[in-house]
């Protein structure tokens, strides 16, 4: 009983503190010393987070290698696009890569396409998430315009992102002898086991008179194809790096990386690149020095900041608290 | 009078054509603003006959304000909602996103709209319930019928046409009605019209002779007769009819007709017929629906919308040209060799850029802020309901009345009021005069000290101290005066007992009172025209010359210690004849003879006037009287000087000779008139002046001052007479002697002149030259004053007839000008119209927030025509408060109203709607940055359940937390700076500059936002060397502007309290809700699983941690330099105060801190001392005397039909031969 009618009371006083607007507030008043204090605390914050930052990221070692143009023999030059949709003419095609500094495995292999828009509206749209989790047995295509159906039968999986499957292949050589790229576990998890359908195999894929990129192999499921899955995550960027595999052994200072790789896709067309990346990684993730320098220029700028109105503070003190700076009782002096 | 005769004559000519009704052609019946096409042009009511009335099937009593019923609700309710621009654009974008150009799936606008669109049905739904229960309520009030001989009580809405029905004292009458009879002798009853006309003063109303003996059920149920009267219309003054009774044909007037809203007041009850029914009755049919006002804040953020509109159309027109350009079958991977449709085919060049405008638009729609105009509603009606409504600072305990917000849509407009126009009696005053003090024989008596006087004191610093009211101090409403020494027969004993006496007789008999009930000195009542005369004839009472009967002829009084102490005795005074009072003679006199023959002339009137008919002598007398009664002026009392002749007889005969002549004359009676009074007004000798105190309203001088250090500018516009207006104006410190103060009048000689010529023509052209000539003349001093550092503050005075004039177009600008330059401005002597016209010339002439007050219906239209509307509730009647946006019981109260309630809903109303705009435009700039990524394809980047709640649950709650809590500094501070309440005025914080600022700042967070987010996640994420997909990445981007938006809100905040920290802390953590739980489930629904699984993904690396710490404060930085710079350097006044009181307690229990001297520096409080300091010349005096005929000038100006006149009153008592005692139930 009492304790309703505290409770009760307890909500009056709360709804008579509502109506007469008065209920109890904290009221940050920004002055010099706040000021001063919230910007070096956040140099004092942000400087050292950066510093850990970069040196993740230098401790990473990355080599990139564009390979588009020079695997395009000297004569087809010209005109690289007929080169590249000539299948009779072979595709593969030699690069050398020197390690500069050792490398601990594992060591990631990708491969980066610069001006190809994954992220366009026509491109991102066009699959069918229902059909690479239920196959053949989700009839429903027209998602995947313009690539859902060939001879009438549906095309597993449809949709552009499938059809221009990235085709170039890699092969690593040191020394003679050939090294181990591991092409498993490329893709995440999740999309490897909720997205693509264990039971679902490719079918009537790359079947029409035109043919965008790579092939899949109609014995394995969806499930395994792990380059599908890796592509079919579409890139936030027209310029993007992809997952290719692993080389789980350490490389050394001075090594020499023989890649043997088949110049198979088309970037041509479009002015694309196309680059190899061997990269290492950190517990923060591949070389990227931008989030490290952000830190360390906001920590900067705020710990500058921060001086100059210290300075600024000692120099011209503003009166705080005090009547005659306000505009009205100012002009009776005046005036 | 005209008016009342042009009835009489339309009613007669009815008559006369009586026969022949039905060859009458429907006539159409021009009112008030409003054209009546009437079909038949009467209607015939058979009285106590419902079956014969059955067949006109008249409509029932029951009366409906609800604007939906249960199935109109949901059609026009939407039909309402669509009609705004931005809900109607909702609607088109949502169906345009249903289309295959749309890059969002429909929800994406549909769920935002149809939530702005349920919150706002609720809303409305609640309200028109709201008035659904008020109407039940007041249709079923009982009320008496006559059934069977008997009366039955039966709810209002039962109520028929033709109806007879019994109303008892203080009780409302249910329809329009003809009275038939009254319990009162003569078929008379009083009503109150205060609901109509918000006159407080009782009207009579009396039955045909024919009817008066139905009183009784069983008389009353063999009354048979028809009326036949007008259609039914809104003309509350008017009405024409007949009453036919055995073949017998009566006319009616309105003085039989008993308004619906009206009340029976000193009557027990009074028997009628219902003529007019429900929406019929005339106070129905004048409810017309006000115009809504929409506030200039919300006017400006239509602007603010159409910019963002154009923002919009630009970022369309820039991506779809963009992608006109980019679109190229090389390409190849997009699948554009085949037939491609429409949007994407490179062949139509055009047409892509013409459809990804539609799909842009889809896209873009966020930016216009969908749930902004719902939030402000919201936040606006809780702040409306809950905080004006229920503020105790505005609770007037005495009569119980709240202030009362009627409208939600102005709250902010309070906050940025700079001109005030103000009705005076009711509002500034109370209507209330009081028998303050007065000077006889060169000794003021009255100890008493007015609220300016003790103003004035108190700015000295000098410490007042009640002073103790002796014990036997008599006290009464209208009688405010001690002094013992006048007393109870103590003036016996003063040095100039004579005059005493006199003065007592002066006031005893000089006047047009009439006495009404017992003929005790506590039951009596008096009747006067003016409250200034009952106050004077109540004083008279009170010391001991009681007036007690008036017959045409005579004067009773009953006089005490006259001849020896304790002595009572009747006297009757025979008057002879009564010089009226008007405003040209501004005085008054009395011709009486005494029981024993002695002839005497009482007069009273202006001191000017007086002492300009004084007998020569007695000069020191003179000099001090004058000096008392500048005393008095100055104190804000209204004066009246007191002056009495002895008449030789044969003088007075022969002057009588020429009066009767005089007043038989028929042609210019009252110039005549007049001339003859001067002959024997002259060579008066002076008694003394009394003082009569305009009783303010409580607070009104120190409201008005702080109102003025507010920059708000006062203007006073009444109908009274320009001395009554200055006084008041003085009494309230709009006006005081150090002021420069301009008078324009009418009541110059040179004008006086040529209107004696009569010439109409010559009068407008020759007031218009000379309005001109004094308004340039004005002018020029006023410049001069203006451009001058340290001149005096000028105040303007100016009385309806020349304001009349100087309204003309051409003269317009010139008197805008000069006001504008004034202080103050009194305008008196003005109609109900010029008020308006007054009003309207500043709010769009000057183009400055203009707010009128007042409390009678002469009040309405200046109400109306303002930008916000006030009307004082409470006591008076409703018509203001019925045409007014807000209503107040006291004018103090307009401090809270404005100073507190009206500067923070401004400024949280501004920081409501910049931040809706810089929250929606920061995160539709994101999007935009990803276009040029996209090649132009219009690709969204964040998912569409992300953007369609985002508006709607990731940043609406703490928004409209701000809209209700936030404040800068607490209400007794704004009370105490008033000087505050000028950045509203002008508009410091919705300017462009403001807006510009939060644009700049969000246009710098969007690429914080996108650059950050995109450029540190283009290489592998964690130690698995797995890569972000483009879900990844914008999911990151929305969770930082979510953070960020929600962080920066509370940035904005001048107090933070436990609902700030829940709203942003729920809002964030709704978003994280929302987004475990959507990307942790697949849907058996037909969509693209983009966001499956992707925060856990993004959890999983030290890239999302270090990232969401990076970038809202990467984002914020800019913006906390600004706040913490301009604070440093560009401080607002509030930051300053803020600054000074920042280690207080909050508001120490609300009370009152009205101390405005205490922080007064030295200097400053040196300066006020010498401006202190006395001066030589103070003209004001203070006569004031509302001339008995202002009640009719605003009559004939609306056509009103006036009956309470002072002749009036005089000639009721004449016909009245012996006054019986009235069955008088109130006291």
Redesign the interface.
């Known amino acids: 009983m009492d304790t309703d009618r505290e409770r009760h009371r307890a909500r009056e006083t709360a709804f008579y503190l509502?109506?007469?607007?008065?209920?109890?507030?904290?009221?940050?008043?920004?002055?010099?010393g706040w000021?001063i204090a919230?910007f070096l605390f956040?140099g004092v914050i942000?400087i050292p987070?950066g510093l850990v930052?970069l040196r993740a990221s230098h401790c990473v070692v990355e080599i990139v290698d564009r390979y588009d143009i020079d695997c395009v023999p000297e004569p087809s030059r010209m005109d690289k696009v007929s080169y590249i949709q000539d299948d009779s003419i072979p595709k593969n095609c030699s690069r050398f890569m020197k390690v500069h500094k050792y490398m601990k495995a594992?060591i990631?292999i990708?491969y980066q396409l610069d001006n190809?828009?994954?992220?366009?509206?026509?491109?991102?749209?066009?699959?069918s998430?229902?059909q690479l989790l239920d196959g053949q047995k989700y009839h429903?295509t027209s998602?995947c315009?313009?690539?859902e159906s060939n001879n009438n039968r549906p095309i597993v999986p449809c949709g552009?992102i499938a059809?221009?499957l990235f085709n170039d292949t890699f092969e690593f050589i040191r020394e003679g002898a050939e090294l181990k790229v591991n092409r498993k576990n490329?893709?995440?998890k999740?999309?490897r086991s909720?997205?693509f359908g264990k039971n679902v195999y490719p079918f009537n894929f790359q079947n029409g008179t035109?043919i965008?990129?790579g092939k899949l192999n109609p014995e394995i499921p969806l499930s395994d194809q792990e380059d599908l899955i890796?592509w079919m995550?579409?890139?936030?960027?027209?310029?993007?790096?992809?997952?290719y595999g692993?080389i789980e052994e350490d490389l050394d200072v001075d090594d020499v990386v023989v890649v043997n790789l088949m110049n198979n896709y088309?970037t041509y067309?479009?002015?694309g690149k196309k680059k190899l990346a061997l990269?290492t990684?950190?517990?923060?993730?591949?070389?990227?020095d931008?989030?490290g320098h952000?830190?360390v220029f906001?920590g900067c700028?705020?710990l500058t900041?921060a001086i100059i109105?210290m300075l600024?503070h000692v120099k011209y003190r503003?009166p705080?608290?005090?009547?005659?700076?306000?505009?009205?009782?100012r002009k009776?002096?005046s005036? | 009078m005209s008016g009342w005769d042009n009835i009489r004559s339309s009613t007669r000519s009815q008559q006369g054509r009586s026969h022949s009704l039905n060859q009458r052609e429907p006539s159409r019946t021009v009112t008030l603003g409003r054209v009546q096409p009437q079909a038949p042009a009467f209607r015939t009511i058979y009285c106590n006959d419902r079956d014969a009335n059955f067949a006109h099937r008249y409509r029932g009593n029951s009366v409906s304000t609800t604007k939906y019923n249960f199935f109109t609700f949901l059609p026009k309710g939407l039909y309402e909602q669509f009609r705004r621009v931005a809900n109607l654009y909702f609607l088109m974008v949502s169906i345009l996103s249903a289309t295959p150009y749309s890059p969002v799936h429909p929800v994406t606008n549909v769920v935002p709209l149809s939530l702005v669109l349920l919150v706002s049905l609720i809303k409305e739904a609640f309200e028109d319930w709201k008035r659904f229960q008020n109407d039940m309520a007041i249709n079923s009030t009982p009320v008496d019928v006559l059934q069977d001989q008997r009366w039955e009580s039966i709810p209002w809405k039962k109520l028929q046409v033709g109806d007879i029905i019994r109303v008892k004292q203080d009780g409302f009458f249910p329809a329009d009605m003809l009275l038939l009879a009254s319990t009162n002798a003569d078929g008379v009853c009083y009503i109150e019209t205060a609901n109509l006309d918000g006159e407080t003063n009782l009207k009579i109303r009396k039955a045909l002779e024919r009817t008066w003996d139905y009183v009784t059920p069983e008389k009353a149920c063999e009354f048979k007769g028809e009326v036949q009267c007008e259609q039914p219309n809104n003309s509350l003054y008017t009405f024409t009819g007949n009453l036919v009774i055995d073949n017998q044909t009566l006319p009616l007037s309105p003085n039989q007709i008993l308004l619906r809203g009206c009340s029976l007041k000193n009557t027990e009850f009074v028997v009628g017929v219902v003529i007019f029914t429900g929406h019929e009755t005339k106070v129905m049919m004048n409810s017309m629906n006000v115009p809504s006002k929409r506030s200039t804040l919300e006017r400006k953020l239509d602007k603010l919308i159409l910019t963002l509109f154009g923002t919009l159309f630009t970022m369309c027109l820039i991506g779809a040209i963009g992608s006109g350009v980019f679109i190229d079958r090389k390409y190849y991977f997009l699948g554009l060799s085949k037939s491609v449709e429409d949007q994407f085919n490179p062949n139509r060049r055009f047409l892509v850029v013409l459809l990804t405008m539609l799909t842009l638009l889809t896209l873009y729609s966020t930016i216009i802020p969908i749930s902004l105009y719902v939030s402000i509603e919201m936040v606006k009606f809780i702040q409306s309901t809950q905080f004006i409504n229920k503020d105790l600072n505005m609770y007037h305990a005495e009569t119980d009345t709240p202030a009362l917000a009627r409208t939600s849509n102005l709250n902010e407009e309070l906050g940025q009021v700079e001109y005030i126009f103000s009705d005076k009696t009711g509002t500034l005053t109370r209507n209330l005069m009081e028998f303050f003090k007065c000077t006889i024989g060169g000794e003021i008596y009255g100890t008493g000290m007015t609220e300016i006087e003790r103003g004035v004191a108190e700015r000295k610093g000098i410490k007042v101290q009640e002073v103790p009211t002796s014990i036997n101090s008599v006290r009464e409403k209208g009688f405010n005066f001690d002094d013992v020494r006048l007393m109870r027969g103590a003036w016996r004993n003063e040095p100039n007992p004579d005059a005493c006496k006199e003065f007592f007789r002066c006031l005893a008999i000089c006047h047009t009172v009439l006495p009404e009930g017992d003929e005790s000195p506590e039951k009596i009542k008096y009747q006067a025209a003016s409250p200034d005369e009952a106050a004077l004839v109540l004083a008279a009472k009170h010391f001991g010359f009681f007036f007690y009967r008036r017959t045409p002829t005579m004067i009773y009084v009953r006089e005490s210690h006259v001849e020896r102490m304790g002595k009572i005795q009747d006297v009757s005074y025979e008057i002879l004849n009564v010089l009226e009072f008007n405003s040209t003679r501004k005085r008054q006199s009395v011709v009486c003879r005494y029981p024993d023959g002695r002839l005497v002339l009482y007069c009273k009137g202006a001191d000017t006037v007086i002492y300009e008919r004084l007998v020569g002598g007695s000069d020191d007398l003179k000099k001090v009287t004058r000096e008392h009664l500048e005393k008095f002026g100055s104190a804000g009392l209204r004066t009246l000087c007191l002056a009495y002749k002895d008449l030789a007889p044969d003088v007075y005969e022969s002057w009588n000779e020429k009066f009767i002549q005089a007043k038989s004359s028929l042609r210019d009676r009252e110039r005549k008139l007049d001339e003859v009074a001067e002959l024997i007004e002259k060579d008066l000798i002076l008694i003394g002046a009394t003082a009569i105190e305009d009783k303010l309203q409580e607070g009104v001088p120190d409201c008005i001052e702080t109102l003025s250090r507010a920059g708000i500018k006062m203007w006073v516009l009444t109908g009274d007479k320009m001395e009554t207006a200055i006084n008041i104006a003085y009494a309230c410190n709009l006006l005081n002697n150090e002021m420069k103060q301009f008078i324009i009048s009418s009541e110059t000689d040179a004008i006086r002149e040529v209107e004696e010529r009569g010439d109409q023509v010559e009068i407008a052209r020759f007031i218009k030259e000379e309005v001109k000539k004094q308004l340039k003349k004005c002018l020029d001093e006023a410049q001069q004053y203006f451009h001058s550092v340290s001149g005096p503050k000028l105040a303007l005075i100016i009385d309806g007839k020349c304001l009349m004039y100087a309204l003309d177009p051409s003269l317009r600008i010139m008197l805008l000008n000069l006001s504008l330059n004034c202080s103050s401005v009194v305008c008196c002597r003005v109609s109900p119209l010029q008020k308006a016209q007054v009003t309207s010339l500043v709010k769009k002439g000057a183009r400055k927030i203009t707010l009128s007050i007042g409390d009678g219906a002469n009040d309405v239209s200046m109400i109306q025509a303002a930008h916000i509307g006030v009307g004082i509730s409470g006591l008076e009647g409703m018509q203001a408060v019925m045409a007014s946006d807000f209503a107040i019981a006291q004018f103090r109260f307009l401090k809270d109203l404005l100073l507190v309630h009206g500067r923070w809903s401004y400024i949280r109303l501004c920081k409501v709607v910049t931040y809706f705009f810089y929250k929606n435009l920061t995160f539709t700039l994101t999007q935009f940055w990803f276009t040029f990524y996209t090649g132009f394809s219009g690709q969204r980047f964040y998912d569409d359940w992300f953007q369609s709640l985002y508006n709607v649950i990731f940043t609406a709650l703490p928004v409209i937390i701000v809209g209700l809590f936030d404040k800068d500094v607490s209400s007794s501070l704004s009370k105490r700076y008033p000087e505050l309440y000028k950045e509203g005025i002008k508009n410091m914080f919705f300017k462009w500059r403001v807006v510009a600022i939060w644009a700049f700042f969000a246009v710098y967070q969007s690429l914080v936002f996108y650059y950050f987010v995109t450029v540190s996640s283009s290489t592998s994420q964690g130690s698995s060397g797995k890569m972000f997909g483009l879900w990844d990445v914008s999911t990151m981007a929305f969770t930082c502007v979510v953070v960020t938006v929600n962080l920066r809100l509370i940035m904005i905040c001048n107090s933070i309290t436990r609902w700030h920290y829940i709203s942003v802390g729920g809002s964030i953590v709704a978003w994280f809700l929302f987004i475990f739980l959507y990307s942790g489930i697949m849907t058996p629904y037909d969509r693209q699983e983009n966001i499956f699984w992707v925060i856990y993904v993004l959890m999983s690396t030290f890239y999302f941690y270090i990232t969401l710490l990076l970038v809202p404060v990467a984002a914020l930085l800019g913006d906390f330099l600004y706040l913490g710079v301009q604070r440093w350097f560009f401080p607002y006044d509030y930051q300053i105060v803020q600054e000074i009181h920042k280690d207080e307690a909050d508001d120490s229990g609300r009370t009152d801190l009205l101390g405005i001297d205490n922080q007064l520096t030295p200097d400053e409080a040196r300066s006020y001392a010498l401006s202190q300091l006395p001066r030589e010349l103070s003209k004001h005096t203070g006569f004031a005397f509302d001339s008995p005929g202002y009640e009719s000038f605003f009559a004939s100006q609306l056509g009103v039909y006036a009956p309470q006149k002072a002749w009036d009153v005089a000639r009721r008592a004449s016909m009245r031969s012996k006054p019986k005692p009235k069955p008088n139930k109130i006291n």
């Open positions: 509502f109506t007469q607007q008065s209920l109890p507030a904290c009221k940050p008043v920004l002055t010099p000021v919230i956040m942000f987070v930052t594992p990631y990708y190809y828009y994954q992220n366009h509206r026509r491109y991102v749209k066009s699959r998430d229902k429903d998602s315009q313009p690539v552009l059809w221009s490329i893709a995440w999740s999309d909720h997205k035109l965008g990129g890796v995550r579409t890139s936030a960027l027209p310029s993007f790096r992809k997952l692993r088309n067309s479009f002015g990269s990684s950190s517990w923060l993730g591949g070389k990227n931008f989030l952000a830190c906001a700028s705020s900041l109105f600024l503003r705080y608290g005090d009547m005659s700076y306000l505009p009205w009782n009776s002096f005036g």
